[in-house]
């Protein structure tokens, strides 16, 4: 597999992956090591005897920026016994900045030294051939994160990967390879879909599956907010380098809004739904991006589900319009609304009853799902979700490529048929990087 290359101005020394490495359990050894591409097999952290203090778990983090930050504060505020011992991202300057915003908060819980400040596009490699890193934290542009996850894998490192997985159909093989790795592996893959992790979802929708409303028949679900952030490129900066820095707004790096922010929906009807949609059809367009932004500010699709159950999704991105963060669940007794954020979620009856409903708490959903991680590490039961979260993230492409083309796009092309594959594999920071221009219905190709 190729990977991005040329451009790192520091990095590590250059050894090969260590025979041996321990790993972090309460008691006992919690798995066996597993091959590398580069070295024998390893031994996890935990053989040690179980009457000796166990050692911290090790992070790192992949991508320095608002939500790479944000994951690891959440690690470390939430978790004992753990310590961040690496910092990559694209910017030298990003990683000292979290480096140094955190030893104020963390001192105890930060051992990052000089040497283990990585950057560069090729930065993430260094993370995987330290030796002191068992769990590698991926918040880089979502272009990368099925390619950089599968890597990790074969590293014999545990991951936690933010959401989306992946923003085409050849990530989404890749996402299920990683799983299948991670599973023979014993290692984990815990990822960003905080959501499933927040109480007053995961009662609303056992709820919905015990048959609280009956049978399902249709849903709606809402992502509309009034804009999104955008970075004005800078003077002197190469197409691939300004595409990196404004990554929102390129397709081959966030998927568009649908993959890169609404995805935390589609993730809830999926999981509501007990699965991926059998078909999409959608539309929509653009009317106040950024002239070089690739994005469209709308999008609204029909997801069929098994059983002839259609979602309504609808997206957006403008501003002075009205914002609405929902799902809305209709079935013959009744209907559920969860609302996003902390906006908590209900069930009443079709004569407008209320008879349950619950608040939310989305910060404590943040760090539950890196408490899940580092538990499930330490109890030798590693969690696996990739294949969950990159059926989701499927979805939302599925959606995109029906609302760019036209057409009615199945499940089974995406998963089947399709050859997308539009992230670059030798990316050159001076290089062009991967400009497609903006989806025109009827004159998009669905491949």
Not at 9 to 23: G, H, I, N, V
Request: hydrophobic share 35%; aromatic share 8%.
């Amino acid at each position: 597999m190729n990977h991005p290359t040329n451009s790192t101005s520091k990095a590590c020394s250059q050894e090969p992956l260590p025979t041996r490495r321990k790993f972090i359990k309460k008691s006992g050894a919690i798995s066996a090591g597993v091959a590398s591409t580069f070295a024998a097999t390893r031994v996890l952290r935990g053989d040690e005897p179980a009457e000796s203090k166990p050692e911290p778990i090790r992070l790192a983090i992949v991508g320095a920026g608002g939500r790479g930050s944000g994951a690891v504060n959440d690690s470390l505020t939430i978790n004992e016994g753990v310590k961040l011992v690496a910092i990559a991202d694209l910017e030298e300057r990003k990683c000292q900045n979290l480096r140094k915003s955190l030893s104020n908060r963390f001192p105890d819980k930060l051992d990052v030294k000089d040497g283990d400040l990585y950057h560069g596009l090729d930065a993430y490699k260094r993370v995987l051939d330290n030796k002191d890193v068992d769990v590698v934290m991926f918040a880089t542009p979502p272009g990368f994160r099925a390619p950089y996850v599968l890597d990790a894998v074969d590293a014999g490192k545990h991951v936690f990967a933010e959401k989306p997985t992946c923003v085409d159909p050849a990530g989404y093989h890749q996402c299920l390879e990683a799983d299948k790795k991670a599973r023979a592996n014993k290692t984990a893959i815990v990822t960003g879909t905080q959501y499933r992790r927040q109480t007053n979802y995961v009662e609303a929708i056992k709820r919905i599956h015990d048959g609280e409303i009956g049978d399902i028949v249709s849903a709606t679900s809402r992502y509309c907010s009034n804009g999104i952030w955008y970075r004005q490129r800078k003077e002197g900066m190469s197409d691939a380098e300004y595409q990196l820095y404004n990554w929102m707004h390129f397709i081959w790096l966030s998927g568009d809004q649908i993959c890169e922010q609404a995805v935390h929906n589609i993730d809830t009807i999926n999981w509501v739904m007990g699965g991926p949609p059998v078909s999409a059809y959608g539309g929509g367009g653009r009317f106040t991006r950024p002239d070089d932004s690739e994005m469209w500010d709308n999008m609204a699709v029909d997801y069929v589900y098994p059983g002839d159950k259609v979602v309504s999704f609808i997206c957006r991105q403008i501003p002075s319009t009205k914002s609405d963060n929902s799902n809305v669940i209709y079935g013959t007794k009744g209907t559920c609304t969860i609302l996003g954020a902390n906006s908590g979620a209900s069930i009443k009856t079709r004569d407008g009853e209320v008879t349950w409903e619950m608040g939310g708490n989305i910060g404590d959903a943040y760090k539950q799902e890196h408490k899940a991680l580092v538990d499930s590490i330490r109890e030798g039961k590693p969690i696996v979700e990739f294949a969950e979260t990159a059926a989701s993230s499927l979805t939302a492409v599925l959606g995109r490529l029906a609302a760019y083309t036209g057409q009615a796009v199945t499940w089974d092309f995406v998963t089947n048929e399709s050859k997308m594959d539009i992230v670059p594999k030798d990316l050159d920071i001076k290089g062009p990087g991967a400009l497609r221009g903006v989806a025109i219905p009827g004159k998009e190709e669905l491949v």
